[in-house]
């Protein structure tokens, strides 16, 4: 066991690997947050698209749960809302400059 030597400070320092998902996985759950679709339905296509549970090349090809979904679709209504408020903000600097 890797910990039985090593003191709490050289623990704490220690770097543990983030799991990532692939960029294509990514985009593809991205794509689909844009449909109407339910989180569950998107993350079983992605998770078919990338071969289901037996054939899946890497573990990164796939979604790690729906979270990851939930999370994508919470990131694009993030970047509509802030487009949508700069957009109005600059309509209205637009029309009090030109009267």
Request: aromatic share 8%; with cysteine; glycine share 4%.
């Amino acid at each position: 066991m890797p910990w039985c030597n090593t003191s709490m400070k050289e623990r704490n320092n220690i770097q543990v690997r983030r799991k990532t998902t692939a960029s294509s996985t990514r985009q593809s759950i991205e794509d689909k947050v844009k449909r109407p679709m339910g989180p569950l339905t998107i993350y079983n296509k992605v998770f078919e698209e990338a071969g289901g549970m037996m054939e899946v090349e890497a573990v990164s090809n796939a979604p790690w749960n729906i979270k990851q979904v939930k999370n994508a679709r919470a990131k694009l209504k993030r970047q509509l809302t802030f487009t949508t408020n700069f957009h109005s903000l600059l309509y209205l600097g637009q029309r009090t400059t030109s009267t």
